[in-house]
């Protein structure tokens, strides 16, 4: 089975990955494996991973596969994969694209500029000022809340007009990061230089940022190049509404 392995990468991000993909083997080849992990979270019970060298990998519960009637198929591409699950009744979240620092560049993330600085709770009457000059839409997509672990924002005539926030991924050391500018203020560099604080924090604290963006969501994808992130992969989970999987066990 192929490893996540990368010169690019920190060993935190490749031996995350590895480990989200490593179970009982149902199917492989040089471009497209499934692994069948029984101890996957209800969030996660079908996951879903395109790196960047173009492979994919595939990870499922037992319950799915035999909803998807994996077992009985001798050989299996990505396209006859997702056939399966459609057929079996499971639907996969939009697509996210997975970025991160390259290996060496945290010594690089300096210099954001005087009006950024960290947000606490004695910030909320600021951020919530804040949150009312957002949509609901860009609010949900982006996903910044003052009472996650760590908190960064940037400041125009002393008014909050960007903020980005991080909170612990999972069990190993990477800091899952949104970031929101309100929209008359865009354009200014304030995300970049508020992520790059907030990056270099979280290196301070000894986790790896970690950048999430859904595929068709041009501005993140423009912000994560101009940051100088690299794409890892693009990941795709089972749908939040998605019931397959959900029924009570029967007794």
Avoid: K
Wanted: aromatic share 10%.
């Amino acid at each position: 089975m192929p490893t996540f392995s990368s010169p690019l990468f920190a060993p935190t991000v490749t031996a995350y990955w590895q480990f989200c993909f490593t179970g009982d083997v149902l199917y492989h080849n040089t471009d497209f494996t499934i692994v069948i992990r029984p101890e996957l979270d209800v969030d996660t019970r079908v996951m879903m991973l395109r790196t960047a060298d173009g492979r994919v990998r595939a990870a499922l519960t037992p319950d799915l596969a035999d909803r998807a009637r994996l077992s009985e198929r001798t050989t299996l591409s990505e396209p006859e994969f997702r056939q399966a699950l459609a057929a079996g009744g499971i639907t996969l979240n939009g697509a996210d694209h997975v970025f991160y620092f390259e290996s060496g560049d945290r010594d690089s993330l300096t210099d954001d500029g005087p009006d950024v600085r960290r947000l606490t709770d004695r910030d909320s009457a600021v951020f919530a000022e804040f949150e009312s000059g957002a949509s609901a839409e860009d609010l949900d997509a982006a996903y910044v809340e003052l009472d996650h672990w760590a908190v960064f924002g940037a400041f125009e005539r002393q008014r909050l007009v960007c903020a980005a926030s991080a909170y612990p991924w999972g069990g190993p050391p990477l800091a899952d990061l949104g970031v929101l500018t309100l929209p008359s203020f865009r354009g200014n560099g304030h995300a970049r230089n508020v992520v790059r604080a907030l990056s270099r924090y979280a290196y301070e604290q000894g986790y790896e940022p970690q950048y999430r963006c859904q595929v068709d969501n041009h501005a993140s994808v423009a912000l994560a190049r101009a940051l100088g992130l690299q794409l890892f992969g693009t990941w795709e989970v089972i749908a939040e509404d998605c019931p397959v999987g959900m029924e009570p066990a029967q007794g």
